[in-house]
T-cell receptor, first 111, second 114 residues
Framework: DAGVIQSPRHEVTEMGQEVTLRCKLI?????LFWYRQTMMRGLELLIY????????DSGMPEDRFSAKMPNASFSTLKIQPSEPRDSAVYFC?????????FGEGSRLTVL | AQSVAQPEDQVNVAEGNPLTVKCTYS??????LFWYVQYPNRGLQFLLK??????LVKGSYGFEAEFNKSQTSFHLKKPSALVSDSALYFC????????????FGSGTQLTVLP
């Protein structure tokens, strides 16, 4: 298994642009988590899904952020419009028996 | 509510010396405890976990952790540190039977000096 796959690995965009981050889960894992990591705030949970249903989105910072899980193996995190303070590394992770399996992250820079 | 504390932002140790990275937790039920490691520009990788049973848990790369219920701690240890162990280490807790989200600590940067 290739593990959790995230794309793009790096994204540089200008303020106001739409950003879409993608995540492919490990087959058979039915929970998905989106995290954001910054130097200031550390690792923050944004949202998590179980069986494609959003369970807790209380960590989503603003309405500019949205996440979808259209099927059991794929999820997107969208930021529209993006702002410089959204610059961070965004991780997705799938879960199996309590253990999280992280992707390599998408480093977002908003100019 | 569950919480995890990593009291040290930074730990420095000489290569070959034993290392300890501290973690304490606060939960109202039975905890599942985890350690993850993050190397530069990489995602977090699982090191070890405590679910139940023996309080001393052995994990990847020679690491181990001891669950201490009375002190509500789960310190990460290694008898002899390697320069390649230098990384960011996260402790995390999950309450058994609860919703599935882990609560992570703030992370401890471990630097092993040659």
């Amino acid at each position: 298994d290739a593990g959790v796959i995230q794309s793009p690995r790096h994204e540089v965009t200008e303020m106001g642009q739409e950003v879409t981050l993608r995540c492919k889960l490990i087959s058979g894992h039915n929970s998905l988590f989106w995290y954001r990591q910054t130097m200031m705030r550390g690792l923050e949970l944004l949202i998590y899904f179980n069986n494609n249903v959003p369970i807790d989105d209380s960590g989503m910072p603003e309405d500019r952020f949205s996440a979808k899980m259209p099927n059991a193996s794929f999820s997107t995190l969208k930021i529209q419009p993006s702002e410089p303070r959204d610059s961070a590394v965004y991780f997705c992770a799938s879960q199996y028996r309590g253990e999280l399996f992280f992707g390599e992250g998408s480093r977002l820079t908003v100019l | 509510a569950q919480s995890v504390a990593q009291p040290e932002d930074q730990v420095n140790v000489a290569e070959g010396n034993p290392l300890t990275v501290k973690c304490t937790y606060s939960v109202s039920g039975n905890p599942y405890l985890f350690w993850y490691v993050q190397y530069p520009n990489r995602g977090l990788q699982f090191l070890l976990k405590y679910i139940t049973g023996d309080n001393l848990v052995k994990g990847s790369y020679g690491f181990e952790a001891e669950f201490n219920k009375s002190q509500t701690s789960f310190h990460l240890k290694k008898p002899s540190a390697l320069v390649s162990d230098s990384a960011l280490y996260f402790c995390a807790v999950l309450i058994s039977g609860s919703a599935r989200q882990l609560t992570f600590g703030s992370g401890t940067q471990l630097t092993v000096l040659p």
